[in-house]
């Protein structure tokens, strides 16, 4: 047999040669013809050793690991909280001089994010656990600063663009400053409530003292317990907020808004309502939540799922998530989406009246907006994509059809 | 997914882009490599998310030192360092959280023997005598066989990773190759088992 004779040429060096070739083991792992034409030519020829060369490539072969594979979701989640952090940086290098806190933390927490957007209809607050968060009034006052409202009913005012809360065991730190404001504990057992109130053209950033963390996105208000509750963490939102929840063992994190309850299964997750729109919908990067709608039926998510409520029907359908979160690293992304809802959006967003016709709202467009771009920039950008044309008369966007 | 041969030519061009502010020449390169670090990380522990917080620390601290970060031809490369030295600093200073009796993280592997076509005792024998030379390889020994012949390094990239000289790196893969040495059939009863072996490939590959 032609083994047989290769054989007894060759000594047992062949072995250790192969597996000390590049072109070797390039070719165990990815073959290609050409690298196939060469090593049977290699074989047939004798330069090679059968057993030597099945050998060698078996060993390769067997060291294969099975890889750990990152997830489609993870690998864009991370890429945002790469951009955040780089923003952060630059932010952060141009105020030097300013006293901060806090290196990122290395311990992981891992995310489950949710989008939600809250039906005009209003509904009695549903869901087990009443305490009365969804019943806080908003503070009578027409600002269009950042407001924090502390338990005591004092009100702050917050000058900037974006307001940077970080509560603590012992008080409240503002843009990464230390404050003599106390966090005051409810002494009583009834629950004192905060609120975080960010009007349309701002937004915020809020981390509680159990460590999670909210982004909150324009126009939004969250009403919170001065301290959370030993056996349930319950917020009220009306707006968009991205939460990243600190994982608390038998702590189950509730979002309260005006159409339904939120409970997070999972370690986190991202969260927006607002009371004015006609759709709302969730929609769940990755762990899970807990819906429960009022008088409908109880529904679970599990990731890249959107539930969705509009026309009085809720609804699960897959989605693309990423279009939902990227809000947080300052852009919009849409697909197929209706002008009506990315312009109402983009109102809320900038703080600007925006008007349009019902022409113009039923235009569907796809991709991008910067928001870090001035809003003119923006809908100019919209109008070479779609036939609208853009007007401004020192005051509001008015848009009309070509 | 360890993408076979990294463009050198590519990577350096992109990496000087990169290095004078080219944001997405940084993005090309996360796209690029997230994956080959995460499988690369979880080599050495089984917290995904601590992996995913030490990728998101690599690239933040490249983003912000680019200014003064060095030309490389070998970007994969640079990137596994980095990932491997800011996973030990995360393990020494919580070495409570990880392996209490070593200063470093083991690197382990979990074989993926091929167990699929295994027809006949010969090579159900065969395939056991590999898994349990696999097996008796050393954290050292299966690190490197990771580099040489899951990500396919030349010996040169691989004694930077491991901070160690040729010499050293060539001792752990010579060691390791010799227990494989030791399978090779013996001489008499080699024609017949060596049949069945190449049919059993040409399945494979077919």
Redesign the interface.
């Known amino acids: 047999m032609m083994e047989e004779d290769v054989y007894k040429k060759y000594s047992s060096h062949t072995i250790e040669e192969l597996l000390q070739d590049n072109r070797f083991i390039t070719s165990v792992t990815f073959p290609t013809e050409e690298s196939d034409a060469y090593w049977s030519k290699a074989l047939e020829d004798g330069t090679i050793d059968r057993p030597d060369y099945e050998l060698a490539g078996h060993f390769i072969r067997s060291v294969q690991v099975r890889p750990e594979r990152i997830r489609r979701s993870e690998i864009d989640n991370l890429w945002e909280n790469i951009e955040i952090a780089n923003k952060e940086n630059l932010r952060r290098r141009k105020n030097r001089f300013r006293f901060y806190f806090s290196t990122i933390s290395a311990i992981a927490v891992s995310f489950v994010f949710l989008y939600l957007l809250n039906a005009l209809t209003q509904h009695e607050p549903a869901g087990p656990h009443a305490s009365g968060i969804e019943n806080i009034k908003a503070p009578n006052v027409r600002t269009t600063d950042i407001q924090l409202v502390l338990a005591g009913e004092e009100t702050l005012s917050l000058a900037g663009e974006e307001a940077r809360i970080v509560y603590h065991e012992e008080g409240i730190d503002i843009n990464n400053r230390e404050t003599d404001l106390k966090n005051r504990q409810p002494h009583t057992g009834r629950a004192v409530f905060n609120q975080l109130i960010v009007p349309p053209g701002k937004r915020s950033m809020l981390t509680f003292a159990e460590g999670t963390r909210l982004w909150v996105n324009a126009g939004t208000r969250v009403v919170y317990p001065a301290a959370f509750d030993r056996r349930q963490r319950e917020i009220y939102v009306d707006g968009e907020v991205y939460l990243e929840v600190s994982p608390t063992a038998a702590c189950p994190f509730v979002v309260k808004t005006d159409r339904l309850n939120v409970e997070v299964l999972g370690t986190s997750f991202n969260v927006m309502a607002y009371r004015n729109d006609t759709v709302h919908n969730i929609v769940l990067v990755s762990g899970a939540v807990k819906i429960q709608p009022g008088t409908e039926q109880e529904v679970t998510l599990s990731p890249n799922e959107m539930y969705l409520y509009a026309n009085g029907t809720p609804e699960v359908r897959s989605v693309d998530v990423e279009n939902y979160i990227t809000w947080r690293s300052g852009a919009y992304r849409y697909e197929s989406e209706s002008l009506d809802v990315i312009l109402k959006r983009l109102s809320r967003y900038y703080g600007r009246e925006i008007t349009y016709s019902p022409q113009v709202a039923s235009l569907r467009c796809s991709g991008k907006l910067h928001l870090k771009d001035d809003l003119r920039l923006v809908l100019n950008s919209i109008s070479h994509t779609a036939p609208i044309i853009c007007h401004y008369d020192g005051e509001r966007y008015m848009i009309t059809n070509k | 997914?360890?993408a076979?041969?990294p463009d050198p030519v590519e990577d350096k061009l992109l990496w000087d882009k990169f290095l004078s502010g080219d944001d997405k020449a940084y993005?090309y390169f996360?796209?690029k490599y997230?994956?080959d670090l995460?499988?690369y990380g979880?080599?050495f522990t089984t917290?995904?998310?601590?992996i995913?917080?030490?990728?998101?620390?690599v690239?933040?601290k490249i983003?912000?030192n680019r200014s003064r970060l060095n030309k490389t031809d070998h970007v994969k490369l640079y990137l596994f360092i980095s990932l491997k030295n800011t996973l030990f600093n995360?393990f020494q200073?919580?070495k409570a959280f990880y392996h209490i009796d070593t200063i470093e993280p083991v690197f382990s592997?979990?074989?993926?023997?091929?167990d699929c076509m295994i027809a006949g005792e010969m090579e159900l024998e065969r395939e056991e005598k590999?898994r349990r030379i696999?097996d008796s390889l050393t954290p050292r020994q299966r690190e490197v066989?990771?580099y040489?012949?899951?990500e396919?390094m030349?010996m040169k990239c691989i004694c930077e990773l491991m901070d160690m000289n040729y010499q050293s790196v060539q001792n752990l893969?010579?060691r390791a190759?010799r227990k494989?040495?030791t399978?090779?059939?013996a001489?008499d009863k080699?024609?017949l088992s060596?049949?069945k072996?190449?049919v059993k490939?040409k399945d494979k590959?077919n």
Do not use: H, W
């Open positions: 997914m360890s076979g041969s993005a996360y796209k997230v994956g995460f499988s979880m080599r917290d995904r998310e601590l995913k917080d030490c990728i998101q620390d690239f933040v983003y912000s995360v200073k919580d592997v979990e074989y993926t023997i091929e590999m696999l066989i990771y040489r012949y899951v396919m030349d893969i010579q190759i494989v040495k399978l090779s059939p001489r080699v024609v060596v049949n072996y190449t490939f590959n």
